[in-house]
């Protein structure tokens, strides 16, 4: 609780706000608790009635619900966004160089820079992706970058999701939402627009047709209707005006991919696929995944269909590559990063655990192939019994985690029970890469509801935020 | 089936097209507001849907200054204004009770409860439901009453009703062509940056049709001018654009006069013709654009009007 009040409040206060939340916080003077309980129901209303839902695994229930939205936004400036913008572009370059190269020629291992055993002995590097090119050699064709604040001009990538990451479809949704809500606080800012994210990604898609392809058939591969994500997957098809499909509706005849179309088969070359790598073809991973198209990865081999994103991507945003990730950028690109790395303890090292025994009531420890907030110890928040019960878990794995300092993130109004409240905040935004690297001016804020919390995963009871970048 | 109620279910069926398309030029004006260039003109797409619905005189001399709130309220319920919302439902519930004996009872009620709603929504109301919540409302509906049109025989009466929201939808199509096509080929036809203004409102044009969603399924490739022209104007399927309504006027007038070469069949069958023959990119030279504006608005009034002479007045 102590880190709580030395965090960086976004807004400032009300009374004294941050030059680019001014407009926002006279607004919040002159907007009544009942307004914004009103627009708050209003929102879950449109976002029930959309089907902007998800499951939680674990929930026997099988329920669907939603995800909290708060409806106060958070604001970037441009100038502050363009950092954070830059910062990610080059760390999406750098981690696609790695994979390139990775599953490559492995330079980076000939250097010396990555230890080959991290790498090799690591079970999410995966051989079966060894000597495959992939157009414009981009791996990550879509990547959310995980960042947290903790003073005016100091953020941290906590994260890279460089496999399946979703949320985007809030981050388009929080945006229509706020303008039905409070079309009046778009007049008072100039709100730069996110709309054309699904035009970028469409781009993006066809930039990673296989070589020869002009106008490729894309598809979106969905798990199902019971993933937690499902909304996601046809919100994305729709906006993209490409075919949500399934595995078994797909088929690979002499190393090529097809949907079974009610006109015959029709030839599909492009895959922006929401399954995981275990999934995709049981001929080559699991083989009693029913999810996959068996015979995929003949096709992704023979060059005549792109998986975005490809396979073998967990092995760049495992939490034991992470700390590599700056040397990547200098290694790869010969800069120095723009946006640093949280500081981590990889425990699999002696020394380092050690230091990580003696101070686990003041860091936040994590597995190293954990995500989504599950099965994490935050120190300062932990119960004698808890840090005492994780103590043996690091004991008995040390190599399966890693701790890092407990950030104090920076906290952004939010509108709770209590009225208005600084809570702490994290940033995803989702960069595309194609032919080149882009993304819109806007993200993906998810806010930890719960007094003092850092933990903003959804499945751990987070909301998410609308986030705008305004022009100066 | 008498000419007079052939007549009137023609027309309810125009005014029901005419509420749906107002409610979609106030999303375009309203999502429009929040962009970041509304800044320097914040009233920008509001009197462009006025001026779409030709009624921007009027409200000027109603209400002096244009506000947001102000083309909101006229548009969507101001009794006094003939082409509100408010008064599309009321001329469709009128023209449609003189055929209610015809219609199943959901039919009615769909239509009757939609102006005892609208009635109910005042300015206050309006101001709670904001643009797009009224919107929303209308757009459901509309719809509803449409699906409910599923109950009705397969006769005289289905057909009429095609013919006018065909008829209608042509002409909105001509008229926001031609209120918005001019400023837009002002700026070429090279293609379209995404996240630029210039994309924007080219989007925009898309969304005061309803055509946003649907456009994306026909084009993959970069956003370019005249591949979103094309696809209004000329789409084969998409139940919105131009030729598929042109092709259902001649269809809908073979439905309920068999036989009759009329000369609404002649103008409708004229139209397909000057439609498919059309050379867009010598279409988009400006003086050719507007006189293909022009005759499309000439033409689809004449087809209106030889109807109404033809086949609901005898």
């Given at each position: 609780m102590a880190k709580q009040a030395s965090a960086f409040d976004e807004?400032?206060?009300?009374?004294?706000?941050r030059t680019v939340y001014a407009p926002l916080a006279r607004w919040l003077e002159g907007t009544t608790a009942q307004r914004l309980t009103t627009a708050h129901q209003d929102a879950e209303r449109l976002f029930r009635r959309r089907g902007i839902t998800f499951a939680v695994y674990g929930d026997a229930s099988g329920a669907e619900r939603l995800i909290p939205f708060d409806v106060i936004p958070r604001i970037l400036a441009c100038s502050e966004w363009e950092r954070v913008a830059r910062g990610c572009i080059q760390r999406v370059r750098a981690l696609n160089r790695f994979l390139d190269d990775i599953y490559g020629a492995q330079e980076i291992l000939r250097a010396g820079r990555i230890p080959r055993a991290e790498v090799e002995g690591n079970a999410l590097f995966r051989r079966e992706a060894l000597g495959l090119r992939w157009p414009h050699g981009v791996h990550a064709h879509i990547a959310g970058i995980d960042i947290v604040r903790t003073a005016p001009d100091r953020w941290f990538v906590l994260e890279d999701n460089l496999r399946t990451p979703s949320g985007v479809s809030y981050m388009l949704e929080n945006r229509l939402t706020m303008q039905r809500l409070f079309p009046e606080l778009f007049a008072a800012y100039r709100v730069s627009p996110i709309r054309h994210y699904p035009d970028l990604l469409l781009a993006t898609l066809r930039d990673a047709a296989p070589p020869g392809v002009d106008d490729p058939n894309i598809v979106v591969l969905t798990p199902?209707?019971?993933?937690?994500?499902y909304f996601e997957h046809g919100f994305l098809a729709a906006r993209m005006g490409v075919p949500l499909v399934e595995g078994p509706d797909l088929v690979v005849e002499r190393e090529r991919v097809y949907m079974r179309d009610t006109t015959g088969l029709v030839p599909v070359h492009v895959i922006y696929r929401r399954i995981d790598d275990d999934f995709l073809d049981p001929e080559c991973f699991?083989?009693?995944?029913?999810l996959g198209v068996p015979g995929l990865m003949r096709a992704v081999r023979a060059g005549t269909v792109t998986l975005c994103n490809a396979i073998g991507n967990g092995i760049a945003d495992d939490k034991a590559m992470y700390v590599y990730v700056p040397e990547m950028i200098r290694f790869y690109l010969g800069e120095e990063p723009i946006i640093e790395n949280v500081p981590t303890w990889r425990c699999r090292d002696r020394e380092q655990l050690a230091y990580v025994l003696e101070h686990l009531a003041e860091l936040v420890v994590k597995e190293v192939h954990g995500s989504g907030g599950y099965g994490m110890l935050v120190g300062p928040a932990a119960s004698a019994a808890e840090i005492a019960a994780f103590r043996e878990k690091l004991r008995a794995h040390p190599e399966r985690y890693i701790a890092q300092p407990t950030l104090a993130l920076s906290t952004c109004p939010t509108f709770v029970e209590q009225g208005i409240a600084p809570r702490h905040v994290d940033l995803r935004p989702y960069v595309l890469s194609g032919s080149a690297v882009h993304l819109v001016p806007g993200a993906l804020t998810r806010v930890a509801l719960r007094a003092g919390s850092l933990v903003v995963n959804s499945s751990q009871g987070g909301g998410t935020k609308d986030t705008w970048v305004v022009e100066d | 089936m008498l000419c007079r109620i052939a007549g009137n279910c023609y027309w309810m069926a125009r005014y029901l097209e005419r509420a749906e398309n107002d409610a979609r030029l106030l999303r375009m004006a309203a999502q429009a507001a929040c962009w970041p260039e509304a800044a320097r003109d914040p009233l920008g797409m509001w009197s462009t849907a006025l001026e779409v619905g030709g009624s921007l005189d009027e409200y000027l001399a109603r209400h002096g200054a244009l506000t947001a709130d102000g083309v909101l309220r006229f548009m969507a319920i101001d009794a006094r204004n003939p082409s509100s919302i408010r008064s599309c439902l009321r001329a469709a519930r009128d023209n449609a009770r003189t055929a209610r004996h015809l219609m199943p009872d959901l039919l009615w009620d769909a239509i009757n409860g939609a102006w005892i709603e609208v009635q109910e929504i005042d300015e206050e109301r309006l101001a709670t439901l904001g643009a797009e919540g009224f919107v929303d409302w209308t757009i459901a509906r509309c719809r509803l009453i449409a699906g409910c049109c599923d109950e009705l025989w397969r006769d005289t009466v289905p057909h009429v009703i095609a013919l006018g929201r065909s008829v209608e939808r042509a002409d909105v199509i001509a008229r926001i062509l031609a209120e918005l096509l001019p400023k837009l080929l002002a700026e070429g036809t090279a293609p379209l940056t995404l996240g630029t203004p210039r994309a924007r409102r080219w989007r925009a044009l898309l969304d005061g049709l309803g055509l946003s969603d649907s456009w994306r399924r026909s084009q993959r490739g970069p956003l370019e001018p005249l591949s979103i022209l094309h696809f209004i104007l000329l789409h084969p399927t998409a139940p919105q654009c131009l030729l598929v309504n042109v092709r259902t006027m001649a269809e809908a007038i073979r439905g309920f006069a068999p036989g009759r070469e009329g000369a609404a069949l002649q103008t409708a069958r004229e139209i397909e013709a000057r439609l498919i023959a059309t050379d867009l990119t010598a279409a988009t030279r400006a003086a050719a654009l507007d006189a293909f504006c022009r005759d499309l608005t000439a033409l689809t009034n004449r087809l209106g009007l030889e109807v109404q002479r033809d086949h609901f007045s005898a």
């Open positions: 807004m400032g206060s009300i009374s004294a706000p199902g209707s019971l993933n937690s994500a699991r083989p009693d995944s029913l | -």
